[in-house]
């Protein structure tokens, strides 16, 4: 069987932990009979040698910035057969100014709202919120999410602006707040996948900390999502 080939691509805000976070996920791969290629930028999406040899490829670099040719080079890998999977800031919040990338990954993160003001002390912890993310019928068929039950987190609880082209695995519920000014519950996507062209894209919106990227669920969730977006997967 020939050997499946991943591209970690890492940086961007380091609040995030882009090193961290990726090596936990860097064991899995290895086991799975993936040679891993760790690249600190994102100039390796321009090469087009390179992208055409890679199976998946798993980026973690949030905010930050894309040249033009990067996310060209990157949007013609997807719709070749690469899969393209992450999470949290890493994919959704990543090249803020590139529509092109949006389009590709479906979904943008607006904001995680935060805790009554008079609770805040001015930490990360005042955007941390108790919240269930539900999978949804689809989810509960998926080989991503089958066989996990709905799960609670106390971390940031992302609400994310989306199209129609995403397949939602599962969903959170922002309430309602005296302090803040929506005047309904909005249920954003958590979990999702994307196909474009030949490509697969995963998404899971968790993941601001090390400690929520090793929930069981999470960590589930990612790992499968690695395995499901993957080129070869793809062909199935």
């Known amino acids: 069987m020939t050997q499946r080939r991943a591209l970690v691509v890492r940086g961007g805000w380091e609040g995030h932990q882009p090193v961290r976070a990726t090596e936990l996920f860097l064991p899995f791969l290895a086991d799975n009979g993936y040679s891993v290629r760790v690249e600190e930028s994102t100039e390796v999406y321009a090469d087009a040698d390179a992208m055409a040899a890679t199976d ?47 389009h590709l990954v479906g979904g943008q993160f607006a904001t995680h709202p935060g805790r009554e003001p008079c609770e805040r002390r001015g930490g990360e912890e005042d955007n941390f919120l108790p919240h269930t993310v539900t999978v949804t ?43 803040h000014p929506w005047h309904r519950p909005v249920t954003s996507p958590a979990i999702w996948t994307r196909r474009w062209g030949a490509g697969r894209v995963v998404v899971t919106t968790p993941g601001h900390s090390l400690d929520v990227l090793e929930h069981p669920s999470v960590r589930t969730v990612i790992e499968r999502g690695m395995l499901w977006a993957t080129r070869t997967a793809s062909a199935s």
């Open 137 to 179: 019928d689809l989810g509960r068929e998926h080989p991503i999410t089958a066989g996990i039950a709905d799960f609670e987190l106390v971390t940031e609880q992302y609400w994310v602006l989306h199209d129609d082209l995403v397949d939602v695995l599962a969903t959170t519920v922002h309430p309602t707040r005296d302090w």
């Open 56 to 102: 998946l490829v798993v980026q973690c670099m949030t905010m930050a910035e894309i040249t033009a040719d990067q996310v060209a080079g990157l949007r013609a890998a997807v719709v070749a057969g690469t899969g393209l999977t992450g999470w949290h800031g890493g994919i959704v919040d990543a090249f803020r100014a590139s529509s092109d990338y949006l």
